[in-house]
Structures are given as structure tokens and as C-alpha cells.
């Protein structure tokens, strides 16, 4: 709730603090590779890949998503 939000917001230095969406386990999954990958060259690779991946699927969806407008 709001309270738990304003905790989040009002955190001092010295306690960082990574949220997601609930139902976000993806994403924390690709957040932790992340900083994983900051120490690993093949998961800072992957994770690379993987959002070149996903950056690709968006553009071809915009272009087909034009494609069918009147």
C-alpha cells in the first residue's frame, strides 16, 4: 500500500532498494543478471543479447502495428 511506497521513497543512503510490478519475477530476474553481470562477462553478454532481442521484437511489432492501421 501507501505506506509501504513511502517507505520504499524515504529509504536513506546506505540501503538500496530494487522494485518491480507484482507478478514481475521476470523482470527481477533480469534486474539481478544485471548486476550479476557487472562482475561476468557471459551474463552481462546474454543479458545484452536479450535486450537486443527484445528491442528488435518491439520495433517489428511497431512496423506490423502501422502495417494494420487505417
Given at each position: 500500500?501507501?505506506?509501504?511506497e513511502l517507505s520504499i521513497l524515504?529509504?536513506?543512503?546506505?540501503?538500496?532498494?530494487?522494485?518491480?510490478?507484482?507478478?514481475?519475477?521476470?523482470?527481477?530476474?533480469?534486474?539481478?543478471?544485471?548486476?550479476?553481470?557487472?562482475h561476468d562477462e557471459t551474463i552481462?553478454?546474454?543479458?545484452?543479447?536479450?535486450k537486443e532481442e527484445l528491442a528488435?521484437?518491439?520495433?517489428?511489432?511497431?512496423?506490423?502495428?502501422?502495417?494494420?492501421?487505417?
Open positions: 500500500g501507501c505506506g509501504s524515504q529509504m536513506p543512503n546506505g540501503f538500496p532498494v530494487a522494485t518491480v510490478a507484482q507478478n514481475g519475477a521476470k523482470n527481477a530476474g533480469i534486474f539481478a543478471a544485471q548486476i550479476l553481470g557487472t552481462s553478454k546474454n543479458i545484452i543479447d536479450f528488435r521484437k518491439v520495433i517489428e511489432t511497431a512496423v506490423e502495428v502501422e502495417d494494420t492501421q487505417f
